[in-house]
């Protein structure tokens, strides 16, 4: 199982980059996706998810309103479109396939820098 994040990058405030993650391995239809992010010096944190049973999608709520998880089943991919991009944001995202009765996979991470 392989789980393989992208589109990180260095970003302005205000701009916007749309991360992916490619699974391989897994029918990552059959998961719940989550996307976490760990800036330096602070613990990783829960970003986004959305659920494998009626796609149902959660935010942290720094990222209400600027972020946005979704699936490509057909791509076996998960995304995470993030505008208007803060300062704060700066970390290296991680994106995680978890379901109960089968184990958690995660990435390998991709990091996020907002500077201007």
């Known amino acids: 199982v392989q789980l393989v994040e992208s589109g990180g990058g260095l970003v302005q405030p205000g701009g916007s980059l749309r991360l992916s993650c490619a699974a391989s391995?897994?029918?990552?239809?059959?998961?719940?996706a989550s996307w976490y992010r760990q800036a330096p010096g602070k613990e990783r944190e829960s970003v986004a998810a959305i659920t494998y049973i009626g796609g149902t999608t959660t935010y942290t709520d720094s990222v209400k309103g600027r972020f946005t998880i979704s699936r490509d089943n057909a791509k076996n991919t998960v995304y995470l479109q993030m505008n208007n991009l803060k300062l704060e944001d700066t970390a290296v995202y991680y994106c995680k396939a978890f379901r109960a009765t089968i184990g958690t996979y995660w990435g390998q991470g991709t990091q996020v820098t907002v500077s201007s």
């Open positions: 391995g897994i029918t990552f239809s059959a998961y719940t």
